[in-house]
T-cell receptor, first 114, second 110 residues
Framework: ETGVTQSPTHLIKTRGQQVTLRCSSQ?????VSWYQQALGQGPQFIFQ???????GRGNFPPRFSGLQFPNYSSELNVNALELDDSALYLC?????????????FGPGTRLTVL | SQKIEQNSEALNIQEGKTATLTCNYT??????LQWYRQDPGRGPVFLLL?????KEKRKERLKVTFDTTLKQSLFHITASQPADSATYLC?????????FGKGTSLLVTP
């Protein structure tokens, strides 16, 4: 059983650019949630995908969008990057969409926006 | 407004002692609360889940309490070890999402 993987590990972009982050969920999991973690803060919920549909969204603007594929892997896209988007982006997979399920987090992608 | 507050200062304790971490919340009514451990540069790792009708939950050296009247959860690590040094996050379950606190940094010294 493989764990949650994310790519790339690190990324440097400039303001206004677009970025795509990728996540492979744990085998058997149909739900992926994405979180943004700024330095010294707890993770903040961006959105969740359940069986290829967006199932819920946090307080993030529409320039944050995502996809989930038939194999339940997922992408996070961020358009028109801003300096404040610099953070660790975490994806977490779980057996089902309900929040009480244990979330299995990947190692994260560290995004720096210059 | 909704708030989740964890010990603002880092917690330094001596090996063998019990570490107690606090999670207080306002304007939430969570049915579940989870605790995670996060090491530097890594994703959080699930430790324990406690339901609102459970007062206490234990797993090996870990114990969590959940008081919905006080709106507080306490997380205890007994017989602490240097390997327990990490940041500990509490997360309130709101439907499909986890709402995390900032975390408490724990340092266990030999």
């Amino acid at each position: 059983e493989t764990g949650v993987t994310q790519s790339p590990t690190h990324l440097i972009k400039t303001r206004g650019q677009q970025v795509t982050l990728r996540c492979s969920s744990q085998s058997g999991h149909n739900t992926v949630s994405w979180y943004q973690q700024a330095l010294g803060q707890g993770p903040q919920f961006i959105f969740q995908y359940y069986r290829e549909e967006e199932n819920g969204r946090g307080n993030f603007p529409p320039r944050f969008s995502g996809l989930q594929f038939p194999n339940y892997s997922s992408e996070l896209n961020v358009n028109a990057l801003e300096l404040d988007d610099s953070a660790l982006y975490l994806c977490a997979s779980s057996l089902d969409w309900e929040g009480y399920n244990e979330q299995f987090f990947g190692p994260g992608t560290r995004l720096t926006v210059l | 407004s909704q708030k989740i507050e964890q010990n603002s200062e880092a917690l330094n304790i001596q090996e063998g002692k019990t570490a107690t971490l606090t999670c207080n919340y306002t304007n939430y009514s969570p049915a579940y609360l989870q605790w995670y451990r996060q090491d530097p540069g890594r994703g959080p790792v699930f430790l324990l889940l406690i339901r609102e009708n459970e007062k206490e939950k234990r797993k090996e050296r870990l114990k969590v309490t959940f008081d919905t009247t006080l709106k507080q959860s306490l997380f205890h690590i007994t017989a602490s070890q240097p390997a327990d040094s990490a940041t500990y996050l509490c997360a309130l379950v709101g439907g499909y999402a986890l709402n995390f606190g900032k975390g408490t940094s724990l340092l266990v010294t030999p």
